[in-house]
């Protein structure tokens, strides 16, 4: 009997320890479920292998990881706004509404929509990526000349500007024939990226968010603004000023009166009559004071923008350097010829697309933003480009701006 009721008690602790060990690993599976859970809940939220990512989202001129805090003074996306979707829609009937404003297809709409979705995944966010100042829905830069933090914050200012351009940077409907181009090539002529297929990758998006948003792609309209003019703080093309502010803050004679611009330009054969907001003794004044000590640190690779600023204007209307010399007419060029009278315009040719321009100033000198200092503009032998970087002058021409505004 004692063996017996030593074979029970024996067998009773073994079903208990099998009955802990169940338990055990009853929990342990437990666990290993909800891992599983938590696991698959973080991969539904990443990116999937949708329509729209599988397109690239990287980074283009100045895009950033998007987020849903509302900037100071942003009505797209402060509390009450509903969802970042939401968010999106209203900057996307803004970007239209700009469009229409302009005269401009509902083909422009869709390539702001495309440049936006990229930029700004079409928020409006106050960061820009790596610490720089890029800002709004297209990224657009106060130190680029697209205007204060303010303006490029404002959704409408914003899409006038791609639309329109600003300052020295030009629009859509600068770029000749724009519509006919490939919508990613168009998009990238405006914000030099360096990266514009990537634009390409959103038209799918952009054209759902369209549809959402009502917006007609197939609205019919003109390739280039009637009046194309800047916009104002809250989007609206401003009235006729008698006066503007250049790319140092300060504030400089206009076209039309203000300062005594004008004058005439001699190569001691033939005399050309200019139109140019400074005289050419004001251009130069200008230069010099804008330079060295006193130059900003803005300039890098903007030859072209450098050039029309000091003679008063707010952009010269031509994308590349080297191709400026091509839109003066032929008889104001002087090919190879290295004796240009002070406040020419002097080109080299650099070896790569954009070439460099600048200025004469006499006594062998140019005024030239990159030869000595990268992003500064400095007083240097009008050589200096060939020393430095190994160009090809190409010539001179008279100070004429045949695009400039």
């Known amino acids: 009997m004692a063996q017996r009721g030593t074979a029970r008690v024996a067998f009773q602790v073994a079903r208990v320890g099998?009955?802990?060990?169940?338990?055990?690993l009853a929990v342990l599976g437990a666990v290993l479920f909800l891992i599983g859970l938590m696991v698959l809940g973080m991969a539904s939220s990443l990116p999937g292998a949708s329509g729209t990512s599988c397109e690239d989202s990287g980074p283009g001129t100045g895009s950033a990881e998007a987020d849903d805090k509302p900037a100071p003074g942003n009505p797209g996306t402060q509390?009450?706004?509903?969802?970042?979707?939401?968010?999106?829609?209203?900057n996307a009937k803004a970007i239209d509404k700009a469009a229409k404003k302009l005269g401009l297809p509902g083909k422009a709409t869709l390539i702001g929509l495309m440049t936006a979705l990229q930029e700004s995944t079409l928020q409006n966010i106050n960061h820009g990526p790596r610490g720089s100042d890029a800002l709004g829905l297209f990224q657009q830069?106060?130190?680029?000349?697209?205007?204060?933090?303010?303006?490029?914050?404002t959704p409408s200012y914003a899409a006038r500007s791609f639309f329109a351009g600003h300052g020295t940077n030009i629009g859509l409907s600068d770029i000749p024939n724009w519509q006919k181009l490939p919508m990613h090539v168009a998009a990238e002529k405006v914000q030099r990226s360096g990266e514009g297929g990537r634009y390409a990758g959103r038209e799918s998006e952009a054209r759902a968010i369209a549809r959402e948003a009502h917006l007609d792609l197939g609205r019919a309209g003109k390739a280039r603004p009637a009046q194309p003019q800047e916009a104002t703080e809250d989007g609206k093309a401003p009235a006729a000023a008698k006066r503007r502010t250049d790319n140092c803050g300060r504030t400089e004679p206009s076209g039309e009166g203000g300062g005594k611009g004008g004058g005439t330009f001699t190569d001691g054969k033939a005399t050309w009559k200019l139109n140019n907001p400074r005289s050419v003794t004001e251009a130069i004044a200008w230069a010099k004071a804008n330079s060295g000590a006193n130059s900003t640190a803005a300039w890098h690779n903007r030859c072209l923008a450098l050039t029309a600023i000091i003679y008063g204007w707010s952009f010269s209307g031509v994308q590349y350097a080297i191709d400026h010399y091509t839109v003066v007419p032929a008889s104001m060029r002087h090919d190879g010829d290295r004796h240009p009278p002070p406040g020419a315009l002097m080109y080299w040719d650099t070896g790569h697309r954009a070439g460099h321009i600048a200025v004469y100033i006499g006594n062998g000198k140019i005024v030239s933003n990159d030869v000595k200092r990268n992003h500064y503009v400095d007083i240097v032998p009008a050589d200096a480009p060939e020393k430095q970087w190994g160009a090809r002058y190409v010539g001179w021409t008279p100070p004429v701006f045949?695009?400039?505004?």
């Open 79 to 90: 509390p009450g706004s509903g969802t970042v979707h939401t968010a999106q829609l209203n």
């Open 141 to 153: 830069r106060p130190s680029q000349d697209w205007g204060t933090k303010k303006q490029i914050m």
């Open 402 to 405: 045949p695009r400039g505004g």
């Open 18 to 24: 099998k009955s802990a060990l169940g338990l055990k």
